[in-house]
């Protein structure tokens, strides 16, 4: 892989391969030493101008795990805050030769830009409301660990569709896979056409949970949402698209329940729900290290003995 910038460009092959490749990364995150030759001399640098906690922190993480040299730039420790274009601080960084440059930013098409410009290898960290492809694809090895495959499930994403990049590559993935996609939230969060994409649409929360495999609930995205009154409050919101102890109980009895995070408790999602029995919340978070690693070792050009060494 050149780059990773969006699900919609893979094929199934190439992402069970990721898939595949991350569960065989997953066990060096058990080991005692958590650390691997793979790309011993090559330059990771995880460019993150908008704010993150899990995505960052894997990058970083999988990265050291594969024997990497990781250099973290965040947007308010950047030349953008001086004025610098995302351009020149690409051009910038490319003349210092790393490997892989790993981008986060608030505009769609950013990392798709930037890698017509560099070198180095480009992995979309999220862009603006377009992408988010390494999430789903922890999404989808998180679901297939717990459910043994994806084909064939239904799964149920709930919340602020308009606005999530996760949705979009989430349901991208999940359909490219075989699973059965539903989507619910306010018919002001669910964006028009939604439906083309493979997705089922529900403006209501019980009938998209009902009988599925798999709910994965999402925040509202209040900065992306500019001041638009799109939601009474966020009690109501609670109320009418959040997933509590009465509505799970309502679930299969072998139902999970995900979420990319932040979690926004007591709207979105119940404490008692995001702590209990059905949660993988913290699974996804695992996963996020191991897909990041199969990433970093496919754009990284890892050698096909390191590999085995792993």
């Known amino acids: 892989m050149k780059h990773l910038l969006g699900i919609e460009g893979l094929s199934v092959a190439e992402i069970t391969k990721i898939l595949d490749l991350a569960d065989t990364f997953a066990e060096i995150n058990t080991r005692p030493i958590k650390k ?37 730039i965040s947007g308010s ?21 790393p490997d892989v440059i790993v981008l986060r930013h608030s505009s769609s098409g950013a990392p798709h830009f930037i890698a017509k410009h560099v070198d180095a290898a480009v992995i979309n960290a999220g862009d603006g409301t377009h992408e ?21 499930l239904t799964v149920a994403i709930v919340g602020d569709i308009a606005h999530s990049r ?7 993935a999940l359909t490219k896979l075989g699973a059965h996609v539903r989507v619910a939230g306010p018919r002001t969060m669910l964006p028009v056409g939604i439906e083309e994409m ?34 009474p409050n966020t009690r109501e919101y609670s109320r009418y698209f959040g997933l509590g102890p009465r509505l799970a109980a309502t679930l299969k009895p072998d139902a999970i329940v995900m979420h990319p995070g932040p979690i926004n408790r007591g ?10 029995a059905r949660s993988v919340i913290l699974d996804q978070v695992a996963y996020g290290v191991a ?6 070792y496919l754009c990284g050009g890892g050698a096909s003995s390191a590999a085995a060494e792993a």
Not at 78 to 84: N, P
Not at 132 to 151: C, E, N, S, W, Y
Not at 206 to 218: F, I, R, S, T, Y
Not at 267 to 276: I, K, M
């Open 198 to 231: 493979g997705a089922t649409v529900f403006e209501r929360v019980e009938p998209a949970v009902e009988g599925a495999d798999v709910v994965m609930m999402l925040r509202i995205q209040l900065e992306r949402l500019g001041g638009a009154g799109l939601f």
């Open 267 to 276: 709207v979105e999602l119940d404490p008692a729900v995001a702590d209990g």
């Open 132 to 152: 988010h492809p390494t999430q789903a694809l922890l999404d989808a090895a998180t679901i297939r660990k717990h459910k043994g495959k994806v084909a064939g």
């Open 77 to 97: 420790t950047s030349s953008t805050t001086k004025g610098e274009t995302l351009l020149d601080t690409a051009k910038n960084l490319q003349a210092m030769a």
């Open 166 to 172: 996760v949705a979009r590559s989430d349901i991208l």
């Open 36 to 72: 691997v030759p793979t790309l011993r001399g090559k330059t990771v640098i995880n460019l993150f101008l908008e704010a993150s906690t899990r995505t960052r922190t894997s990058f970083e993480i999988a990265a050291k795990r594969l024997s990497a040299d990781a250099v973290n």
């Open 291 to 296: 897909v990041r690693m199969a990433l970093l």
